[in-house]
């Protein structure tokens, strides 16, 4: 292959890629809007146009070319040149090929830009974009920072409420209803004991009734360990006890806790005192998981430390304050089983009649999702059975519960009814990830371990906010959860 005479190469030499002896690879910098223009030594060009007072337009596009550092050496495009006129074999033009880019790579890492402008810092590189050389650029962009702007006044919505909330207990008779808006949207730490008190129908609303009331009921709790904690080992009790024996040091919200052994006495003593007073039901393993939320913001009267994180030693609080948080504990836990006593009670009847309306809500709101389920022949009981029986405290962290636990306790029967919207929030909040999984065991393996590790309060409030809508819609239209398919 030709491509002309001697005349034809010369001409290239003068015009293909250099003009005045500057071209791809002669290592001068490209200006960027990141970087102001370097100080040069003014050309000889440059002092031509300067006596002659004009600047030439035709030198626009040699002025690109001189500003330009390309993928190029200065030999590189004499060499190609040459190449055009000869007959090369592969194995020529591939160790050819490799000479230009050894030839290329050589300069590249000898380059060195001199740089008169302003100092950069640190972090400022020869071979940033608009400096220097493109190839092999090592430069990073630094990391976004989200903007923010100045503010002369926070107002901290917490520290409303907690005001709200105190005014409103501090009156002679707490309105029920106006807790119940304040609580629903979460407590704040320090109010939620007394809150919790009086939500679960613990304290009365009278602010006089309620100092005696603790006291009395208090003295009553402690008087039925006296009268019945000793038939824990009678023959018709022994294997509740034993049961609940097994229960207690294997519970997982808190298991450092429940190492401690003054800590296993106060759950083995509070469940057993329930079941023996609520024989149409006894224990049953779940119920073990509920005194947990209770125990946990009714010891927060008394200590800071967030006891789902810190391994903290309780048995050095006196034993006082311990025994009226195992006191407060149980009664509160008595309050919230008597509402759903039936998930317990002989074959759970409650659970299963809420298993069965949360498989018809989420036909009805997610469609493709329980078509993806019933295809792969997996059964709502398999794995809402928990969440009905745990109150999701198996799916979700401690934290989580308790913030749940504000909500739920603002509702009216909220650990019954409302309960069922919160699941059926849940299960279709994981939509997407149900759907990518092809099979019975990928669905159930994932729907035991569910990505709620690093959930707080924010994922709770959407979970909840969802719940809510979907009690609107359905709550009052009871006949669209009946029908059967």
């Keep these: 292959m030709s491509v002309g005479?001697?005349?034809?190469k010369d001409g290239s030499r003068s015009g293909f890629w250099k003009r005045s002896g500057s071209g791809p690879g002669s290592g001068k910098p490209v200006y960027g809007a990141q970087h102001p223009p370097m100080q040069q030594p003014i050309s000889n060009s440059?002092?031509?146009?300067?006596?002659?007072?004009?600047?030439?337009?035709?030198?626009s596009f040699q002025d690109f070319q001189n500003k330009t550092l390309d993928a190029w050496d200065d030999g590189d495009d004499d060499l190609m040149i040459d190449m055009a006129n000869i007959k090369m074999s592969m194995k020529d033009i591939q160790s050819t090929a490799k000479a230009v880019l050894d030839n290329h790579s050589r300069q590249t890492r000898n380059a060195n830009i001199q740089y008169n402008g302003p100092n950069l810092g640190q972090g400022a590189q020869k071979s940033a974009p608009g400096m220097g050389v493109r190839v092999n650029n090592s430069w990073q962009p630094p990391k976004p920072s989200p903007i923010r702007y100045t503010q002369d006044t926070v107002i901290d919505k917490e520290a409303t409420k907690l005001e709200k909330i105190k005014t409103l207990l501090a009156g002679p008779n707490t309105s029920i209803s106006e807790l119940q808006k304040l609580s629903w949207s979460g407590l704040p730490k320090t109010m939620r004991p007394t809150c919790w008190k009086i939500l679960s129908g613990y304290l009365p609303v009278n602010i006089e009734r309620r100092q005696a009331l603790l006291e009395r009921k208090r003295q009553e709790y402690?008087?039925?360990?006296?009268?019945?904690?000793?038939?824990?080992?009678?023959?018709?009790?022994?294997?509740?006890?034993?049961?609940?024996?097994?229960?207690?040091?294997?519970?997982?919200?808190?298991?450092?806790?429940?190492?401690?052994?003054?800590?296993?006495?106060?759950?083995?003593?509070?469940?057993?005192?329930?079941?023996?007073?609520?024989?149409?039901?006894?224990?049953?393993?779940?119920?073990?998981?509920?005194?947990?939320p209770f125990f946990v913001v009714f010891l927060s009267e008394y200590i800071e430390n967030d006891i789902e994180v810190e391994n903290i030693n309780l048995t050095e609080l006196p034993e006082e304050t311990l025994n009226i948080i195992e006191a407060d504990t149980f009664w509160c836990t008595s309050k919230l089983l008597d509402g759903i006593q039936d998930n317990y009670t002989f074959a759970q009847p409650g659970i299963q009649t809420k298993v069965n309306a949360l498989r018809e809500l989420t036909k009805r709101i997610d469609a493709q999702l329980h078509a993806h389920l019933d295809e792969q022949s997996v059964e709502y009981l398999q794995f809402a059975f928990r969440w009905m029986n745990n109150l999701l405290m198996r799916e979700i962290p401690l934290r989580c519960s308790i913030r749940l636990w504000d909500t739920f306790l603002s509702e009216t029967n909220g650990f019954a009814d409302f309960h069922l919207y919160v699941c059926a929030a849940f299960l279709t909040r994981f939509s997407k990830d149900l759907l990518r999984e092809r099979d019975f065991q990928g669905i159930l393996m994932f729907l035991q371990k569910l990505p709620t590790h690093d959930w707080h309060d924010d994922e709770i409030g959407e979970l909840l906010a969802e719940a809510f809508k979907l009690k609107y819609m359905f709550a009052d239209a009871p006949n669209h959860l009946s029908k059967k398919s």
């Design 46 to 59: 440059a002092k031509r146009n300067d006596k002659t007072g004009a600047a030439s337009s035709g030198d």
């Design 5 to 8: 005479g001697s005349s034809m």
């Design 222 to 292: 402690f008087s039925l360990i006296d009268q019945y904690y000793d038939s824990r080992h009678d023959e018709l009790h022994q294997d509740t006890f034993r049961q609940i024996l097994k229960d207690v040091p294997r519970m997982t919200s808190l298991a450092h806790l429940f190492q401690q052994k003054r800590i296993q006495e106060i759950f083995e003593r509070i469940l057993y005192i329930w079941a023996i007073r609520h024989p149409a039901s006894g224990y049953v393993q779940g119920i073990n998981d509920l005194v947990t």
